[in-house]
Every structure is written in C-alpha cells, then in structure tokens.
C-alpha cells in the first residue's frame, strides 16, 4: 500500500522550496512542464516520488485556476507518493519552517 501526502506553503517560493529540500533531503529535483499543471519540479528515490509546484495551475480560460482550491492560502504545493509510511521523510519535513502538512490519502 502506498502514501499519498499533500503539503503546503504559502512562506516558500517554488524556486526557494526545491533549494531547501534538495539541501535538507538531499535528493535532486528536475524541471518538468505539463500542459495541465504548468511547470513543476520532481524527485524520485528513496522517499519515493516528490512534487513541488505552484498552487495556482493555467486554466484554460486563460486565467489561473487553483490545483488545491481547498487552500486558497497555499502559495506552494509538495506531493508526495510513498511506497510505505514514510516516517523518516515525514520527521525530516516536519522541521522545514513554513512547510504544513494538508493530508493524506492512502492508494
């Protein structure tokens, strides 16, 4: 059974967030563009599958449209997909200043 877990900030930038997991996780993010979620970072190991993009997505109207409508506030959202409870990775987030965990939701 899988984790999937939603994070949030509205204290970090993209650019600032991907610069304070890649130091404290030490993992490497790579720059993707999706036509629905616009630009994102990822990282894939032995924490699994880390997300990093903004909240607000491109809309097809032309105007930005909300990934996590739920949380207006949210400047900023980590995804996050373990392969089992990662309690280790969850620690480690928990000391980022800003970073709150929103949920989970398991596979």
Known sequence: MADYDT??????????L????TSH????FTERESDYRGVYHLAQGAYGRIEIQPNAIP????QDDLY???????RVLLLIS???AGRTLHTRLG???GLVHLGREPW
Request: cysteine-free.
């Open 59 to 62: 809309g097809d109207d032309g």
């Open 68 to 74: 996590a409508p739920e949380h207006p506030a949210v």
């Open 82 to 84: 373990t392969p089992t």
């Open 18 to 21: 991907v610069h304070l997991l």
């Open 7 to 16: 994070y949030g900030t509205g204290t970090h930038t993209v650019s600032e």
């Open 25 to 28: 996780l030490d993992i490497v």
């Open 95 to 97: 000391t980022v200043q």
